[in-house]
């Protein structure tokens, strides 16, 4: 990247925060006020991304041109695939334990003889976030 394009992205990424700040700051005081806040943020946000994928991908790819990307596409959507497995896995699992245990915690307040059987519902939760580790190492062993 040449010095004006990391002088754009530099100005895109500092106006998209000083601009919604300021107008949050200088706004008007009454209900819409939040609404247009957020509308804001959410503008300057969305266009920082679209002006740094324009300068990021705008320019001619280096790599196409020796052969060697040929095989670049899969391994790129084998890496989006692991992350997403990890990721989605995990929030599942997160869900899961956030409701067997707190269920959990409340039978075990009641009586404390089922503390055994309670653990086992989280730990099956949990397991959840395993798996989906698991699939993602399989399936960057496979890239690799």
């Known amino acids: 990247m040449n010095l004006a394009t990391k002088l754009v992205l530099v100005a895109a990424l500092v106006l998209s925060i000083f601009i919604p700040f300021g107008y ?56 989006i695939a692991a992350a997403l497995v990890t990721g989605l896995s995990c929030i599942g699992g997160g869900i899961a334990v956030a409701s067997a245990a707190s269920a959990a915690l409340g039978a075990i307040s009641e009586d404390s003889s089922v503390l055994g059987k309670s653990l086992i519902f989280v730990g099956l939760a949990e397991g959840v976030c395993l798996y989906g580790l698991i699939i993602s190492f399989m399936i960057l062993s496979k890239l690799g």
């Open 24 to 79: 949050y700051l200088i706004g008007e005081r009454n209900k819409g006020r939040y609404k247009t806040a957020l509308g804001v943020n959410v503008f300057f946000y969305f266009g920082t991304f679209l002006v740094a994928a324009i300068m990021l991908f705008g320019g001619v790819s280096v790599h196409a041109a020796d052969g060697a990307g040929s095989g670049s596409l899969a391994v790129g959507l084998g890496y």
